[in-house]
């Protein structure tokens, strides 16, 4: 064996592998800013709640007891209880991976469609780009929480419907991002270098100007997350969202805000702190994804 084959394996064994180099750069994204760290905590532990919650409440969230109706927080039911005499804080932790699970779904098809559609429209422009612009035009012109309340109350009020109307009203967002970022960065110079290396023009779009146009969208990705959440919430407030008894947040301030009145305030206090919890995390977690997804934060 040469001394060069040997020194070329030793340099391949040194070196650390994909795995390592992303575990350093989330390890220095999360000491580098405390508030960070945070959010990605309380992040987790809304997953965590949400996949785990339902088999460890201490209480059937849909069990009735009219004997326990409106009793205030005690240590055998740590929020109280409905008027029913559900336990409020099973009902809360349930709710969790209902509205988690609206939001994300939502969120996710907005994100896909919306950075899709942007870049198409960004990179290659002509007829696409001007049909694109109207489509997404005609969705601005109206008040976004108006847009869900026509589409659920002529589709139905179901759960699918719910993340059809969040997902719709999502959509520009995403898209106008994509477009702006991509038409940026179509003619630039890593970008000729790749057409000049034979590469095609699908393939230049995918891997090489989409990921630097991820950092901004991860941002937006994060307040869609508060925003899809706020929507479920309230669109369920209003009796447009999720049928009772199923337990979701917003159910539950709609229905605890017609006690508040008579001094029952559990009620409605412990499932909007939950919700409000909620959008604080996503809100706080754009950074952090920005910084986690940003190739120039690599080097």
């Given at each position: 064996?040469?001394?060069?084959?040997?020194?070329?394996?030793?340099?391949?064994?040194?070196?650390?592998?994909?795995?390592?180099?992303?575990?350093?750069?989330?390890?220095?994204?999360?000491?580098?800013?405390?508030?960070?760290?945070?959010?990605?905590?309380?992040?987790?532990?809304?997953?965590?709640?949400?996949?785990?919650?339902?088999?460890?409440?201490?209480?059937?969230?849909?069990a009735?007891?009219?004997?326990?109706?409106?009793?205030?927080?005690?240590?055998?039911?740590?929020?109280?209880?409905?008027?029913?005499?559900?336990?409020?804080?099973?009902?809360?932790?349930?709710?969790?991976?209902?509205?988690?699970?609206i939001?994300?779904?939502?969120?996710?098809?907005?994100?896909?469609?919306?950075?899709?559609?942007?870049?198409?429209?960004?990179?290659?422009?002509?007829?696409?780009?001007?049909?694109?612009?109207?489509?997404?035009?005609?969705?601005?012109?109206?008040?976004?929480?108006?847009?869900?309340?026509?589409?659920?109350?002529?589709?139905?009020?179901?759960?699918?419907?719910?993340?059809?109307?969040?997902?719709?009203?999502?959509l520009?967002?995403?898209?106008?991002?994509?477009?702006?970022e991509?038409?940026?960065?179509?003619?630039?110079?890593?970008?000729?270098?790749?057409?000049?290396?034979?590469?095609?023009?699908?393939?230049?779009?995918?891997?090489k100007?989409?990921?630097?146009?991820?950092?901004?969208?991860?941002?937006q990705?994060s307040?869609?997350?508060?925003?899809?959440?706020?929507?479920?919430?309230?669109?369920?407030?209003?009796?447009?969202?999720?049928?009772?008894?199923?337990?979701?947040?917003?159910?539950?301030?709609?229905?605890?805000?017609?006690?508040?009145?008579?001094?029952?305030?559990?009620?409605?206090?412990?499932?909007?702190?939950?919700?409000?919890?909620?959008?604080?995390?996503?809100?706080?977690?754009?950074?952090?994804?920005?910084?986690?997804?940003?190739?120039?934060?690599?080097?």
């Amino acid at each position: 064996m040469t001394d060069a084959t040997l020194t070329s394996q030793l340099t391949a064994g040194s070196r650390p592998s994909a795995f390592a180099r992303n575990l350093a750069h989330f390890r220095y994204v999360m000491t580098s800013n405390p508030v960070t760290f945070l959010a990605f905590v309380l992040c987790a532990g809304m997953i965590l709640v949400a996949l785990f919650g339902p088999m460890l409440v201490p209480h059937d969230p849909l069990a009735t007891l009219s004997d326990k109706a409106l009793k205030p927080p005690s240590w055998d039911h740590w929020f109280g209880t409905d008027q029913l005499g559900r336990d409020v804080f099973s009902r809360v932790v349930v709710a969790t991976r209902l509205d988690l699970l609206i939001s994300v779904s939502a969120v996710a098809i907005s994100f896909v469609c919306g950075a899709a559609m942007g870049a198409c429209a960004g990179y290659w422009g002509g007829w696409f780009d001007k049909l694109s612009g109207r489509f997404l035009d005609t969705i601005m012109a109206f008040p976004l929480f108006v847009l869900a309340m026509g589409i659920v109350a002529a589709a139905g009020n179901t759960i699918q419907n719910i993340v059809i109307a969040t997902a719709i009203i999502n959509l520009p967002f995403y898209a106008r991002v994509a477009r702006a970022e991509v038409s940026i960065r179509r003619n630039a110079g890593y970008v000729q270098a790749a057409r000049l290396s034979g590469n095609s023009e699908l393939r230049i779009l995918m891997f090489k100007i989409l990921p630097n146009t991820l950092p901004p969208m991860m941002v937006q990705l994060s307040l869609n997350m508060g925003w899809a959440i706020l929507n479920a919430a309230g669109l369920s407030f209003i009796g447009l969202g999720v049928r009772p008894p199923t337990a979701e947040w917003g159910i539950m301030v709609a229905e605890g805000a017609n006690y508040i009145i008579s001094g029952e305030w559990w009620l409605a206090l412990f499932p909007g702190a939950a919700l409000m919890l909620a959008v604080f995390t996503f809100n706080l977690l754009g950074d952090g994804l920005r910084d986690l997804v940003d190739p120039q934060r690599r080097t």
